[in-house]
């Protein structure tokens, strides 16, 4: 009986996703858009046209996203490649709804037996299409749900399964300033690989931006991955078991975005988990780290972030959102 190498992949979804290696779909936990990664990768509550943090947390929809649609497109880790595409649409009296979707396909890697001789190639690949739907009750706060049927598939092997995610988000217009709590991915998979049912990548994110008043700058900090207390390794670089401190900071993400309201925007950003456990002893390898920009020129936003993982291998990726009011000749 031939049996598949599947080592490539599991090394993806395990080191790369920065997972623990208990859940399935780890790809729903990838910076949804350019704009996210060059700010962290975490980032859930950033509040204003950007149509593709609806993707992330539908509770960041809202009137300005009316008819935006962005694209972003990532030739990822390992030869992989990732995309995704996210939609919204004002229904009037405060009612939204988006549409969103994403992809992961991995490549072809070599297929083996147990002696490893190889016999063709067989490929991977995950995908995810959904909806939401946002109402804002009052002035300041929008609540949130949205729905995603998933697939995955392995060679012959496919498994499938339905996920929600919820958010509430509390954003004040005159003290520029958005607070947002947000619970992604809890689902069900109804189809597994080989029958045992497996976990899927549920987390649950909490996000403050800040739009400066001195100074045209926004801040962004995230506590990710709050249902769960440890998500660090046991040991460090040194081999010294982790403490507590550090446990606490690979919680945290940073963003920072210049001139956050004009057409053209500088970001920069650092994952703490990611920076602890892919930095290299004796290498400088600013691992961790992410910057981008983006530009908007007459209806087309452009959006660009690189996202600094190990000296071996890093992730560029690319956004184009589009404002079909505008395009339509329309004017905001």
Do not use: C
Request: proline share 2%; glycine share 8%; hydrophobic share 40%.
């Amino acid at each position: 009986m031939k049996k598949l190498s599947l080592a490539p992949f599991l090394l993806l979804s395990t080191l790369l996703y920065s997972q623990e290696g208990t859940n399935v779909y780890p790809f729903l936990n990838i910076p949804f858009s350019a704009r996210q990664a060059a700010l962290g990768g975490d980032a859930v509550s950033v509040r204003d046209y950007d149509v593709s943090f609806a993707g992330v947390n539908p509770g960041l929809m809202n009137l300005d996203q009316d008819q935006m649609i962005s694209l972003n497109y990532s030739s990822y880790l390992a030869d992989s490649n990732y995309g995704t595409v996210s939609f919204v649409k004002d229904l009037g009296e405060a009612h939204l709804i988006s549409f969103n979707a994403r992809y992961m396909d991995y490549g072809k890697m070599p297929r083996t037996d147990e002696s490893a001789n190889i016999s063709g190639d067989f490929g991977a690949m995950d995908a995810s299409i959904g909806a939401g739907y946002a109402y804002q009750f009052d002035e300041d706060w929008t609540i949130a749900g949205s729905a995603n049927f998933v697939t995955s598939k392995i060679d012959n092997y496919t498994s499938m399964a339905v996920v929600g995610s919820a958010g509430v988000t509390y954003h004040n217009e005159q003290s520029k300033e958005t607070l947002a709590l947000v619970f992604r991915n809890f689902g069900y998979q109804f189809k597994p690989f080989n029958g045992v049912r497996e976990n899927v990548a549920f987390r649950v994110d909490l996000g403050y931006t800040k739009i400066m008043d001195e100074f045209p700058v926004a801040f962004t900090i995230t506590a990710h991955d709050l249902q769960k207390m440890n998500i660090s390794q046991d040991f460090n670089n040194n081999e010294q078991e982790i403490h507590w401190t550090r446990k606490v900071a690979d919680h945290l993400s940073f963003g920072a975005e210049l001139f956050p309201e004009q057409a053209f925007n500088i970001r920069f950003g650092y994952n703490v988990k990611r920076g602890n456990e892919l930095a290299v002893l004796g290498q400088r390898s600013f691992a961790g780290l992410s910057a981008g920009f983006g530009i908007k020129i007459s209806s087309f936003r452009f959006d660009y972030a690189h996202v600094r993982y190990h000296n071996a291998s890093n992730v560029n990726m690319f956004g184009l959102t589009l404002d079909l009011i505008e395009v339509s000749g329309n004017r905001r």
